[in-house]
Nanobody, 114 residues
Framework: QVQLVESGGGLVQPGGSLRLSCQVS????????MNWYRQPPGKQRELVAQ???????RYADSVKGRFTISRDNAKKTIDLQMNSLKPGDTAIYYC????????WGQGTQVTVSS
């Protein structure tokens, strides 16, 4: 059974930074494309960032230049460095495999507010 555990969220002021981490257990991750998603209050889940097995990254236009996704295959973690945070980044953040996801984790809440 694959388990995803997201961590690192919290309350931060606009302009601040957070680093999210996703720990995968029950499977290797090196061969998979991994995504970070977010679900803002009252909205659907959306793709934020993607990293392929080869390390190629892509980002949603709304976070380009502010967020950086990275992976450590040995530790089976996928991180998301978030800088210059805005109130619009407030959401629950999730990671998962693409295109066929594993069971979703609990996510980690990010709240950007003054």
């Amino acid at each position: 059974q694959v388990q995803l555990v997201e961590s690192g969220g919290g309350l931060v002021q606009p302009g601040g930074s957070l680093r999210l981490s996703c720990q995968v257990s029950g499977s290797l991750v090196s061969m998979y494309t991994m995504n970070w998603y977010r679900q803002p209050p009252g909205k659907q889940r959306e793709l934020v960032a993607q990293i392929t097995s080869g390390g190629t990254t892509r980002y949603a236009d709304s976070v380009k230049g502010r967020f950086t996704i990275s992976r450590d295959n040995a530790k089976k973690t996928i991180d998301l460095q978030m800088n210059s945070l805005k109130p619009g980044d407030t959401a629950i953040y999730y990671c998962n495999k693409w295109p066929t996801p594993w069971a979703w984790g609990q996510g980690t809440q990010v709240t950007v507010s003054s």
